[in-house]
T-cell receptor
Framework: GAVVSQHPSRVICKSGTSVKIECRSL??????MFWYRQFPKQSLMLMAT?????????EQGVEKDKFLINHASLTLSTLTVTSAHPEDSSFYIC????????????FGEGSRLTVL | KQEVTQIPAALSVPEGENLVLNCSFT??????LQWFRQDPGKGLTSLLL?????REQTSGRLNASLDKSSGRSTLYIAASQPGDSATYLC??????????????FGKGTKLSVIP
């Protein structure tokens, strides 16, 4: 199946710093990528939809100035958590659909962010 | 607003048993439904994708069914193995009024297969 690579898999940072997470589709092009956040024992929650060549679409309650998303190319989307705080500690996962939007979704391995 | 519920939250079975995981959703106007597997601390692996026009999909020992009218899907795992131990997530794909596609996830069923 298709491969989506996410990096880094784990990151620990101090409060107030910014952290960038990369999501790459390795063997297909993705005009759209999705970013999710998962708290322990909770379901995945969609944070934003990343669109190549245009601004990301954020879900209600997600601060766009805190979670910066850039979809630089058809194979790369980045999520930057700016001025991270302990409450931002979570598991962040990206996904990309194969083919058109609404197609089968392939997920990255996820990134575990711990803010001290 | 679409809500997805998975029952049971956790399930423990002896190796070799057949088992069924349940997923229900509140809005039957779905585009597709996807089952995923998540190992601890890992991302999601797609298992099966069922389009709204389909009733079931099969892959190896896995069979997923979809009854859109009743808002239900089941994931059947035959002859379970310890390697099947993981959390299984059901996700319903819908298009919003604005035309954007969105997946809504259940909280998952944590499966433990005992050797």
């Amino acid at each position: 199946g298709a491969v989506v690579s996410q990096h880094p898999s784990r990151v620990i940072c101090k409060s107030g710093t910014s952290v960038k997470i990369e999501c790459r589709s390795l063997d297909f092009q993705a005009t759209t990528m999705f970013w999710y956040r998962q708290f322990p024992k909770q379901s995945l929650m969609l944070m934003a939809t990343s669109n190549e060549g245009s601004k990301a679409t954020y879900e209600q309650g997600v601060e766009k100035d805190k979670f910066l998303i850039n979809h630089a190319s058809l194979t790369l989307s980045t999520l930057t958590v700016t001025s991270a705080h302990p409450e931002d500690s979570s598991f962040y996962i990206c996904s990309a659909p194969m083919g058109k939007e609404g197609g089968e979704l392939f997920f990255g391995e996820g990134s575990r962010l711990t803010v001290l | 607003k679409q809500e997805v519920t998975q029952i049971p939250a956790a399930l423990s079975v002896p190796e070799g048993e057949n088992l069924v995981l349940n997923c229900s959703f509140t809005d039957s106007a779905i585009y597709n439904l996807q089952w995923f597997r998540q190992d601890p601390g890992k991302g999601l692996t797609s298992l099966l994708l069922i389009q709204s026009s389909q009733r079931e999909q099969t892959s190896g020992r896995l069979n997923a069914s979809l009854d859109k009218s009743s808002g239900r899907s089941t994931l059947y795992i035959a002859a379970s193995q310890p390697g099947d131990s993981a959390t299984y997530l059901c996700a319903v794909g819908t298009y919003s009024g604005a035309g954007s596609y969105q997946l809504t996830f259940g909280k998952g069923t944590k499966l433990s297969v005992i050797p």
